[in-house]
């Protein structure tokens, strides 16, 4: 048996020896002094000792590893990337023809969310300039995932709409009475066609006039169109198709609010919702029960092709968006500190509070859209998802710093808008690379700390939003398919309507 008094007892021994000699008053009132000294230090270093036991009882006395990210200079986190000069152009050239008055008539039947729409609309646009037809202004999808039954006008100012395009295309809110039950030519227009694709079309006016569009998204094709035509899409997209009067307010409203706040800020487009996860099968971290929550979800949508799914083939490929957790880890990881407030631009998140939680113990300032207006100011928009949706767009138009979880059409419209305006900062994530680092973490190969910060920073250090020509299509793909792979025009309107202050 160990005995833990030993040292006490050597220590009196040995001040016993020492008082036992013959020593001088000063030697010993220095000694007692020394004694005296040590003894409170020691009462002080033991009740320290007790006090933090007392307020953390279940603290282990072997270290804790905490996350050790770097420290990043504010620039770095929140100024924009250069610009090098570029701006917006979207005036027609002088070859550019000017709109002619039409007696025949494209009428179109929009699909898909909000932005899906707003694409979809302006493609349109420029169909109905090629086929010198008069648009009508466009249904809006009634019938997809949001069911929402706002009309044009509820989520766009239709005046405006007319009156900045009536240099480019004729457009009248419907079609003239005497035409409403006359026979159409119902058309599902070939996605990502050229030019030449619709003057061939233009062959049914001989016994048409009017043209039906069942569908409106990725009507053009991405590259390889007249500079003119494509100019003519970013002047629909980027001027014309402005929000309505409400939504415009409301949306300045939110956005001087969190000025206010914080004067800077993030807006998180958190794509983890419901409708997303199950279109792309991605069911790491949730439970058995969401998970054929989902999978029943997407056998029942008709007009979703791919039914069976491959969960953990979709995350390894980069496929699935991030989950809160991952935003967060990944936020920290880039510099961004706990006090960063973040604008979370999304419908319900999937899991609700329980999932956002795990962001939120990164970073306690996270704020919704119902945080900043009254129930009041969203009476109004509380049962029309789109107009809703357009709630957030603007909010991540203003942001200091964009970053959406997932490459959605929301994130695809609101990253080239931000190109469009000046190159604003938008970090996108990647995704492929970003898992295998997340995973690491899970298994160990991987700590959050300095080295950890620096391979995400590095990682990313490319994808902040600076100015480059739009992708082509993937190597090694042929035919049709090749322009599926293609970066979004409306992703990346450069060079076309992004030039330097120099060109004509």
């Given at each position: 048996m160990v005995n833990h008094r030993g040292p006490s007892l050597m220590r009196i021994a040995s001040t016993s020896k020492f008082l036992s000699r013959k020593q001088s008053p000063r030697t010993i009132a220095l000694y007692v002094v020394f004694l005296f000294t040590f003894s409170i230090f020691v009462f002080v270093f033991n009740a320290g000792n007790?006090?933090?036991?007392?307020?953390?009882?279940?603290?282990?006395?072997?270290?804790?590893?905490?996350p050790q990210f770097l420290q990043i200079a504010d620039e770095e986190l929140w100024d924009a990337p250069s610009g090098h000069g570029l701006r917006p152009c979207v005036k027609p050239t002088s070859r550019y023809k000017a709109a002619q008055g039409s007696n025949r008539y494209l009428t179109v039947k929009s699909n898909g969310g909000l932005n899906q729409m707003r694409t979809g609309i302006s493609d349109m646009v420029a169909v109905a300039h090629i086929m010198n037809a008069t648009l009508v202004i466009p249904q809006l999808d009634k019938r997809s995932f949001w069911q929402d039954s706002s009309v044009f006008s509820d989520i766009f100012d239709e005046l405006h709409f007319i009156k900045t395009l009536q240099g480019d295309v004729k457009i009248v809110r419907e079609l003239p009475k005497q035409l409403e039950l006359v026979p159409r030519a119902r058309?599902?227009?070939?996605?990502?066609?050229?030019?030449?694709?619709?003057?061939?079309?233009?062959?049914?006016?001989?016994?048409?006039?009017?043209?039906?569009?069942?569908?409106?998204?990725?009507?053009?094709?991405n590259n390889d169109l007249p500079l003119d035509i494509q100019r003519l899409r970013c002047r629909a997209l980027y001027h014309a198709l402005r929000f309505s009067p409400p939504i415009e307010s409301l949306g300045k409203k939110l956005v001087d609010h969190l000025r206010m706040q914080s004067g800077r800020y993030i807006a998180l487009h958190l794509r983890y919702e419901k409708d997303m996860l199950a279109f792309t099968g991605c069911t790491y971290g949730l439970t058995d029960a969401e998970s054929e929550e989902l999978r029943i979800m997407r056998e029942n949508t008709k007009h979703w092709k791919v039914k069976d799914i491959n969960s953990t083939e979709q995350r390894i490929g980069g496929f699935c968006p991030l989950t809160p957790k991952e935003m967060g880890i990944f936020l920290q990881a880039i510099g961004y500190p706990p006090s960063t407030l973040i604008y979370v631009a999304s419908g319900e998140i999937y899991g609700g509070d329980a999932r956002l939680s795990e962001l939120r113990s990164c970073f306690p300032n996270l704020v919704f859209k119902e945080k900043l207006a009254t129930k009041e100011e969203l009476k109004a928009f509380a049962q029309h998802p789109s107009q809703s949706a357009?709630?957030?767009?603007?909010?991540?138009?203003?942001?200091?710093?964009?970053?959406?979880?997932?490459?959605?059409?929301?994130?695809?419209?609101?990253?080239?808008?931000?190109?469009?305006?000046?190159?604003?900062?938008?970090?996108?994530?990647?995704?492929?690379?970003?898992?295998?680092?997340?995973?690491?973490?899970?298994?160990?190969?991987?700590?959050?700390?300095?080295?950890?910060?620096?391979?995400?920073?590095?990682?990313?250090?490319?994808?902040?939003?600076?100015?480059?020509?739009?992708?082509?299509?993937?190597?090694g793909i042929k035919g049709k398919e090749r322009f599926r792979t293609e970066e979004s025009f409306y992703e990346n309107p450069y060079p076309e309507c992004i030039c330097s202050s120099k060109a004509v």
């Amino acid at each position: 048996m160990v005995n833990h008094r030993g040292p006490s007892l050597m220590r009196i021994a040995s001040t016993s020896k020492f008082l036992s000699r013959k020593q001088s008053p000063r030697t010993i009132a220095l000694y007692v002094v020394f004694l005296f000294t040590f003894s409170i230090f020691v009462f002080v270093f033991n009740a320290g000792n007790i006090v933090e036991d007392q307020h953390n009882p279940n603290v282990s006395h072997e270290s804790q590893p905490q996350p050790q990210f770097l420290q990043i200079a504010d620039e770095e986190l929140w100024d924009a990337p250069s610009g090098h000069g570029l701006r917006p152009c979207v005036k027609p050239t002088s070859r550019y023809k000017a709109a002619q008055g039409s007696n025949r008539y494209l009428t179109v039947k929009s699909n898909g969310g909000l932005n899906q729409m707003r694409t979809g609309i302006s493609d349109m646009v420029a169909v109905a300039h090629i086929m010198n037809a008069t648009l009508v202004i466009p249904q809006l999808d009634k019938r997809s995932f949001w069911q929402d039954s706002s009309v044009f006008s509820d989520i766009f100012d239709e005046l405006h709409f007319i009156k900045t395009l009536q240099g480019d295309v004729k457009i009248v809110r419907e079609l003239p009475k005497q035409l409403e039950l006359v026979p159409r030519a119902r058309k599902h227009f070939t996605s990502w066609s050229s030019i030449g694709y619709y003057k061939e079309m233009m062959q049914l006016w001989n016994n048409h006039r009017i043209i039906h569009v069942v569908k409106s998204d990725s009507r053009l094709a991405n590259n390889d169109l007249p500079l003119d035509i494509q100019r003519l899409r970013c002047r629909a997209l980027y001027h014309a198709l402005r929000f309505s009067p409400p939504i415009e307010s409301l949306g300045k409203k939110l956005v001087d609010h969190l000025r206010m706040q914080s004067g800077r800020y993030i807006a998180l487009h958190l794509r983890y919702e419901k409708d997303m996860l199950a279109f792309t099968g991605c069911t790491y971290g949730l439970t058995d029960a969401e998970s054929e929550e989902l999978r029943i979800m997407r056998e029942n949508t008709k007009h979703w092709k791919v039914k069976d799914i491959n969960s953990t083939e979709q995350r390894i490929g980069g496929f699935c968006p991030l989950t809160p957790k991952e935003m967060g880890i990944f936020l920290q990881a880039i510099g961004y500190p706990p006090s960063t407030l973040i604008y979370v631009a999304s419908g319900e998140i999937y899991g609700g509070d329980a999932r956002l939680s795990e962001l939120r113990s990164c970073f306690p300032n996270l704020v919704f859209k119902e945080k900043l207006a009254t129930k009041e100011e969203l009476k109004a928009f509380a049962q029309h998802p789109s107009q809703s949706a357009a709630l957030d767009y603007i909010v991540s138009i203003e942001s200091d710093v964009f970053v959406p979880s997932y490459s959605g059409n929301m994130a695809r419209a609101v990253e080239g808008h931000r190109r469009f305006l000046g190159h604003r900062k938008t970090i996108t994530p990647d995704r492929k690379g970003l898992v295998r680092l997340f995973d690491e973490l899970e298994n160990g190969q991987q700590r959050e700390t300095s080295s950890f910060s620096d391979l995400v920073r590095q990682m990313h250090k490319n994808r902040q939003g600076a100015p480059r020509k739009r992708k082509g299509a993937s190597p090694g793909i042929k035919g049709k398919e090749r322009f599926r792979t293609e970066e979004s025009f409306y992703e990346n309107p450069y060079p076309e309507c992004i030039c330097s202050s120099k060109a004509v």
